[in-house]
């Protein structure tokens, strides 16, 4: 599922290839509730859930979001706007803080999830698989030193920007554990 436009970036030939028997997106199936941008994670797995969770049968859904995309203002940023008030007390820069409202968006829809999961009675039988695809590279130098806490001169030739988490949980587990090794998203798939 990809909560923008199906074949943005040919994704409606690349997808199928990942051995998914379907791939919805806009104008392809995904049929959402209200449409902005960027379009709502949080109505994406709303509209999609059912498609799975009835199920008897064990599934592997993939879900694409973009609430958390730019453009990090509250003007051009529906999300940023939606969730303003949650973080306009927040000790971060006007360009920071947008960015940070868009990330609540995904926190939304994962917590939906989670609790539908758990009312459906298959949340100990999930796995969660999260990673995201690039930094926030619509940020200005000066918003990306701030959230990144790195020095602003020549920052986009840092590497230290391009370190990204790869979080991996099921409800089960006891405790958290937390692997410093390096990785790309190729280990993803042998990980699981």
């Known amino acids: 599922y990809h909560n923008h436009t199906y074949d943005y970036y040919s994704r409606d030939l690349a997808h199928p290839n990942f051995g998914y028997p379907t791939y919805k997106g806009i104008g392809n199936g995904l049929v959402l509730d209200y449409y902005c941008w960027p379009n709502s994670d949080y109505e994406m797995m709303k509209s999609s859930i059912n498609d799975y969770i009835n199920t008897d049968e064990p599934f592997h859904v993939y879900y694409m979001t973009v609430s958390g995309h730019m453009n990090y203002t509250y003007i051009g940023n529906s999300m940023a706007s939606y969730h303003r008030s949650e973080v306009e007390n927040l000790p971060y820069s006007n360009e920071v803080k947008p960015y940070i409202a868009t990330q609540l968006e995904v926190e939304k829809a994962l917590t939906y999830l989670v609790e539908k999961l758990d009312e459906a009675g298959k ?54 554990i937390e692997v410093q090794q390096y990785c790309g998203p190729y280990d993803i798939v042998p990980t699981l």
């Open 123 to 176: 949340l100990d039988d999930t796995v969660f698989a999260m990673c995201a695809d690039h930094y926030p590279y619509g940020m200005t130098d000066a918003g990306l030193a701030e959230l990144y806490n790195l020095d602003i001169n020549n920052i986009r030739d840092n590497l230290e920007l391009y370190k990204n988490s790869f979080i991996l949980y099921c409800s089960s587990m006891e405790n958290p």
